[in-house]
């Protein structure tokens, strides 16, 4: 069993940057894929990022446009989500999740979640 924990999460204004955390415990991480997800306020849960096993491949939604990073460290168990120049349709509740399955979107792919972290962005 993995146990995820996300943290990184805050108050920031528009065109801010903020770095999110996502802390592993339990079996390694090494072993999964990773991805990041959101959720706002009266809206559905939505894919934001992925990165593989190693690391060496990562992927992302449309909307992010180039301002977001996912990367791990393997040797710490964390998985990261770098984002920049936030914009107030970012707020939401951000999640960590892991996956066995190569370049997943949706959410039934994956199978641990984080409690997830709170980013609000004002305008």
């Known amino acids: 069993q993995v146990q995820l924990v996300e943290s990184g999460g805050g108050l920031v204004q528009a065109g801010g940057s903020l770095r999110l955390s996502c802390a592993a415990s339990?079996?390694?991480?090494?072993?999964?894929?990773m991805g990041w997800f959101r959720q706002a306020p009266g809206k559905e849960r939505e894919f934001v990022a992925g990165?593989?096993?190693?690391?060496?491949?990562?992927y992302y939604a449309d909307f992010v446009e180039g301002r977001f990073t996912i990367s791990r460290d393997n040797a710490k168990n964390t998985v990261y989500l770098q984002m920049n120049n936030l914009k107030p349709e970012a707020t939401a509740v951000y999640y960590c999740?892991?996956?066995?399955?190569?370049?997943?979107?949706?959410?039934?792919?994956?199978?641990?979640w984080g409690q997830g972290t709170q980013v609000t962005v004002s305008s």
């Open positions: 339990g079996r390694t991480v090494s072993s999964y894929a």
């Open positions: 990165i593989s096993w190693s690391g060496s491949s990562t």
């Open positions: 999740a892991t996956t066995l399955r190569t370049r997943a979107t949706h959410e039934w792919e994956y199978d641990h």
